[in-house]
């Protein structure tokens, strides 16, 4: 199989697209022909070697993708050669695995592909949509007719955000960074688009919300915005802190008054009955048409240097994904 090797750690000129032996299934694993990679910011985090998560070397990168199930041990029944699907996770260890032309999986970690989607579309489900779902959903406990904020929309799980937060019931905010991210954000059904990057965009964001404030904030970048959130929040409104890239200072009496929560996810804390539940109603959305990946950008597996340095790069617009070659 063709699979990126890291040796290294480093930049991106460490991903080496490599030869490597094709894998066997496990008793109760699955192996997926792989069609499209999610790229994911956490990649580049571990693929420099300063990340909490420091995997052994060499390793292939990546969480998420899909593609078509090329053979299954002889204990799966839930999944036959031929089935398309998406996974989250591989059989390799977190984070690990994905970036490759087959990809070894336990059951758990595969998924159906609906028909609508396309194999791209499925590589921006896995690790994005359950993010979003989770942070909405399990943590933020997020109820129809509340107003959520995302917080850097135009991306993978900004956008995945968007859409859920619409399917539950909720008036949405989101922001972004360029006119196409603005342009994109409201496409997906966010009530108003607000540019992160303008002088009075808090300011714009408190107008909307008529003085309320927000109920629920999904974060991407809670270094530069922890603290305006807490001030932007409603009486007892909660923040989600899904990205962050450093330390920031904040005014805790601001959480006081209000009774308000800052809550940490980390997709990876999720067991593994919780993960079932929230597959199950993300794949009654795409089967419903009410949820739909956005690829942004496809490029071949060999270019994955070029897919880090787009992925940290300002200006998203939908997920990034890679094309193993046939
Ligand atoms: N906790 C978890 O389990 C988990 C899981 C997945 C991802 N994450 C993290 O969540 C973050 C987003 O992931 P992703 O896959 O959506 O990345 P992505 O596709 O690269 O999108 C990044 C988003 O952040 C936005 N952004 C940039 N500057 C911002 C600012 N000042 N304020 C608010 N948003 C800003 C970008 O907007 P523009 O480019 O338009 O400026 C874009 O919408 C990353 O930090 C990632 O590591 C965490």
Redesign the pocket.
């Known amino acids: 199989m063709h699979a990126i090797v890291i040796r290294e750690f480093g930049g991106p000129e460490v991903l080496k697209l490599e030869e490597r032996p094709d894998p066997v299934p496990g008793k109760a694993q699955v192996i997926v022909g792989v069609r499209a990679v999610?790229?994911?910011?956490?990649d580049t985090?571990i693929r420099s070697g300063t990340y909490a998560l420091v995997p052994p070397l060499p390793y292939t990168p990546g969480s998420d993708g899909a593609g078509i199930v090329q053979a299954v041990g002889e204990l799966v029944r839930a999944f036959a050669p031929g089935d398309r699907v998406y996974f989250c996770g591989t059989a390799t260890g977190l984070a690990t695995g994905a970036y490759a032309s087959l990809a070894v999986c336990e059951t758990s970690q595969v998924h159906r592909l609906p028909e609508r989607l396309s194999f791209a579309q499925g590589a921006a489900v896995g690790?994005?949509y359950?993010?979003a779902h989770?942070?909405l959903v399990s943590r933020a406990a997020a109820r129809p007719g509340e107003i959520a904020l995302v917080?850097?929309?135009?991306?993978?799980?900004?956008?995945?955000a968007v859409q859920i937060a619409r399917m539950l019931g909720l008036t949405v905010l989101g922001?972004?960074?360029?006119p196409?991210?603005?342009e994109l954000?409201s496409r997906q059904g966010a009530h108003h688009a607000i540019d992160?990057?303008g002088p009075d965009h808090v300011e714009r964001i408190r107008e909307l919300t008529g003085g309320h404030g927000v109920d629920v904030i999904v974060?991407?970048?809670a270094n530069?915005?922890l603290d305006r959130d807490l001030g932007l929040l409603a009486p007892h409104g909660r923040v989600v802190?899904?990205?962050?890239?450093g330390r920031i200072e904040i005014d805790p009496r601001q959480t006081m008054g209000k009774e308000s929560a800052i809550l940490?996810?980390?997709?990876?804390?999720a067991s593994t009955g919780e993960l079932e539940a929230v597959h199950a109603a993300l794949g009654d959305g795409f089967e419903r048409g009410v949820l739909t990946p956005v690829v942004?950008r496809e490029l071949p597996l060999a270019e994955a240097p070029k897919a880090h340095e787009l992925?940290?790069?300002?200006?998203?617009?939908?997920?990034?994904v890679l094309v193993p070659a046939a």
């Open positions: 999610g790229v994911n910011p956490v985090y690790v994005p359950a993010t989770r942070a917080h850097g929309a135009s991306g993978g799980v900004g956008i995945a922001t972004a960074g360029s196409e991210g603005l954000v992160h990057r974060e991407m970048l530069v915005n802190v899904v990205g962050n890239r940490g996810m980390v997709l990876w804390a942004g992925v940290m790069a300002p200006g998203a617009r939908g997920k990034i």
